[in-house]
């Protein structure tokens, strides 16, 4: 090996150790940005309900439990109508009385009308109420 090469691969040591400590302190700051934005997507959700949750009473949309697959979502109080949105309301879709107070998510709406089409016609009866489903899900 030559002088000159030796130098060289000296000279990219002792650089390497000089900035040894930058360039860690670089990949541990973008490791924890990415950290942080992982947690910030996840929480998302979470603090979506909890600004929700802290508007005005008038405007705070209702937090309900889905009754079909458990999760929690927020119902949408609509302020024109002066009411919260009906579509997520089970008996408003079955015209059933006794399903009265089951809350349906918009996930499970639309999975029950592409993926479920025998359950969605034994429950959704009415035709109206079809095409509503129909236009909101397409
Ligand atoms: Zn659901």
Redesign the pocket.
């Given at each position: 090996m030559s002088e000159k090469s030796l130098t060289l691969k000296e000279y990219q040591r002792q650089y390497y150790l000089k900035n040894k400590e930058k360039y860690l302190t670089r990949a541990k700051k973008q490791r924890e940005r990415l950290k942080v934005e992982k947690k910030k997507k996840e929480n998302k959700k979470e603090l979506e309900i909890i600004e929700q949750q802290e508007r005005p009473t008038f405007l705070r949309p209702l937090l309900v439990r889905?009754f079909?697959?458990?999760?929690w979502?927020l119902i949408k109080y609509v302020p024109w109508k002066k009411r919260f949105s009906l579509k997520n309301n089970w008996d408003w879709w079955t015209k059933k009385e006794e399903e009265k107070g089951k809350k349906?998510?918009d996930?499970?709406l639309k999975d029950l009308y592409l993926n479920h089409k025998v359950e969605y016609r034994q429950n959704i009866w009415d035709g109206e109420r079809r095409v509503v489903l129909r236009n909101y899900v397409t």
């Amino acid at each position: 090996m030559s002088e000159k090469s030796l130098t060289l691969k000296e000279y990219q040591r002792q650089y390497y150790l000089k900035n040894k400590e930058k360039y860690l302190t670089r990949a541990k700051k973008q490791r924890e940005r990415l950290k942080v934005e992982k947690k910030k997507k996840e929480n998302k959700k979470e603090l979506e309900i909890i600004e929700q949750q802290e508007r005005p009473t008038f405007l705070r949309p209702l937090l309900v439990r889905c009754f079909r697959c458990k999760n929690w979502f927020l119902i949408k109080y609509v302020p024109w109508k002066k009411r919260f949105s009906l579509k997520n309301n089970w008996d408003w879709w079955t015209k059933k009385e006794e399903e009265k107070g089951k809350k349906i998510c918009d996930a499970c709406l639309k999975d029950l009308y592409l993926n479920h089409k025998v359950e969605y016609r034994q429950n959704i009866w009415d035709g109206e109420r079809r095409v509503v489903l129909r236009n909101y899900v397409t």
